[in-house]
Each structure stands twice: as structure tokens, then as C-alpha cells.
């Protein structure tokens, strides 16, 4: 018999069902939106700080968004371009070469 409502907050840290993630992953758009309230940034960028692989995404969303918004506004760092690349080479070496 644990405390009642200490499960209220678990759920972040070591939770690995994937629903945790699956709800981050959902939300992530919006944080860069900026579309999110206070209280759910809090609980994404707990997430992520908790989360290597959500937070490796946002930071690939983030990239991509700054290579989208390039036109109107300044290019992102080289180091940034560079890395969003890497990722986007690795995503295509993933669908393989359709020769053939
Ligand atoms: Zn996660």
C-alpha cells in the first residue's frame, strides 16, 4: 500500500509503457508552436529531460523548422544544418536505393 496520490506525478521518470512518449511525441509540435500551456510545457520539457530519444526528436523538429523558416529569416548555425543532414541521409538510408 503506497501513499495515494504519489502515482499522480510518477509517470515521467522510468515509466517505459511508451505512452508517456507517445503523449510527448504528440505535444511536441505544439511546444515549438509555442501553441502549449505553462502547465504542459512544464510536463514536456520534464519529459524530455528525462528522455533521450524525445529529446533527440525535438531537437531534429526544431532543426527542420529552422530550415523551413530559412527563407524568411536567417540560416541556421552550420553545425545545426550539418546535423539535421546526417539525420535526414539516415532516413533515406533507411526507405534503401529503389535501383533496380
Ligand atoms: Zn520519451
Redesign the pocket.
Known sequence: MSAPGAADRAGVHGAHGGA??AD??DRLDLLLDGELDPVEVDEVRR??A??????S?VDVREGIRALLRRDCAEAPPPALSSRIRGVLTTLVDEEGPTDG
Open positions: 508517456p512518449c510527448a511525441a519529459h524530455l528525462a528522455c533521450a530519444p524525445c529529446a526528436e
